[in-house]
């Protein structure tokens, strides 16, 4: 196992890595709507789900990966009733081959965030 981690991605809050490499998969830790600077970046649910993006894409370049090695998600939002925002920024970063996905209502996520998302992806 390789744990990962990247600088365009906020800090871990609390005691893991960003992701780890494992044979010819990556692991991500579930990304919350955090800046660098480690603050919550609006209460917008869309603008949560596109920074929540952009950390992943933060995580998978560390990795040497991208959004095309995805191919498996896991959204976890605070408020069924976001489904359709959040669908609406998560289509923008994924054009190609759709990963698998799925998608649950959560009682409550770190800091108080509105949508989380982890990642499986692909070496091959």
Do not use: W
Not at 70 to 98: C, H, P, Q, R, S
Not at 108 to 118: F, M, Q, S
């Amino acid at each position: 196992m390789q744990p990962i981690n990247s600088d365009k991605a906020p800090a871990a809050v609390g005691p893991y890595s960003h992701g780890v490499r494992t044979g010819n998969l990556f692991y991500s830790s579930g990304q919350v709507p955090l800046t660098l600077e480690g603050n919550i970046v609006s209460d917008d649910i869309k603008e949560q789900t596109k920074q929540v993006l952009d950390n992943v894409g933060g995580v998978l370049e560390a990795a040497d990966l991208d959004y095309s090695n995805i191919v498996k998600t896991t959204i976890f939002i605070a408020d069924m009733n976001d489904f359709a925002a959040v669908n609406e920024v998560y289509a923008t970063y994924f054009t190609g081959k759709l990963p698998a996905r799925s998608c649950v209502e959560v009682s409550r996520l770190p800091l108080d965030a509105k949508v989380e998302i982890e990642v499986v992806a692909s070496f091959e």
